[in-house]
């Protein structure tokens, strides 16, 4: 678990010059807490995923860290056509700008979305704060966007935050972004640190058969 106090006193300080809007608040919220749901017992356990995923959101986004639209709408992009069958057009939507009519596609398959409320046929649907994490986490761990996923990266034998850019989009800022894994990184561990448990064993004598609860554990004598 992330210690939230921790990890918003250390990120405000490092990468938002001191301040935290509430939407940038309540869009780490979301993806920290998803990570912690899903990530226990899978490849996502490795706080370098979150790390870069949360460097992502942060370019991707302009530092909002929640869901938008592709600047220009797609205008001059070969995906930013009117679609004949929708009548809607694919520009990049969500956390990390999901484009193209094939990938709204896929996405819908992936994420069980049926055709009567998919992404195909309402693409700002990939705007919603859920299903654009949820895009997020899944395409880049298992290479939605380009082909290449996070564990090509981020393994018990690999460490490159800087090629790692190409999970999403070639070499485009991959310094840069590489920075920005190491400030969230730096946040993520510090929150990350165990605690002490401080709570003193207590020893109880008690007859047969009553429960009785210390330190919020049941014992049954």
Not at 77 to 103: A, C, H, I, S
Request: one cysteine or more.
């Amino acid at each position: 678990m992330i210690d939230r106090a921790i990890y918003f006193d250390a990120v405000r300080e490092t990468l938002f010059s001191g301040a935290l809007t509430q939407q940038q608040v309540d869009g780490q919220n979301i993806l920290l807490s998803l990570w912690e749901y899903e990530g226990t017992g899978s490849p996502m356990d490795d706080e370098r995923w979150l790390g870069y995923c949360l460097a992502s959101v942060y370019w991707e986004t302009g530092t909002r860290m929640w869901s938008c639209r592709e600047v220009g709408q797609g205008k001059g992009m070969d995906y930013g056509v009117t679609d004949p069958e929708t009548g809607n057009v694919f520009y990049g939507r969500g956390l990390v700008q999901l484009t193209w009519k094939d990938n709204y596609r896929k996405a819908s398959a992936a994420l069980g979305l049926i055709e009567e409320r998919d992404l195909v046929w309402h693409p700002d649907m990939a705007l919603d704060s859920l299903i654009s994490a949820r895009i997020l986490y899944r395409g880049m761990a298992e290479g939605w966007f380009t082909g290449k996923r996070l564990n090509d990266y981020f393994s018990d034998s690999e460490h490159d935050p800087v090629n790692a850019r190409k999970i999403v989009n070639g070499l485009d800022h991959a310094e840069d972004i590489a920075a920005l894994f190491d400030a969230f990184m730096s946040a993520i561990e510090e929150a990350s640190e165990p605690t002490v448990d401080t709570r003193v064993p207590v020893e109880l004598t008690t007859p047969k058969g009553v429960r009785v609860v210390v330190n919020g554990m049941l014992v049954e004598p």
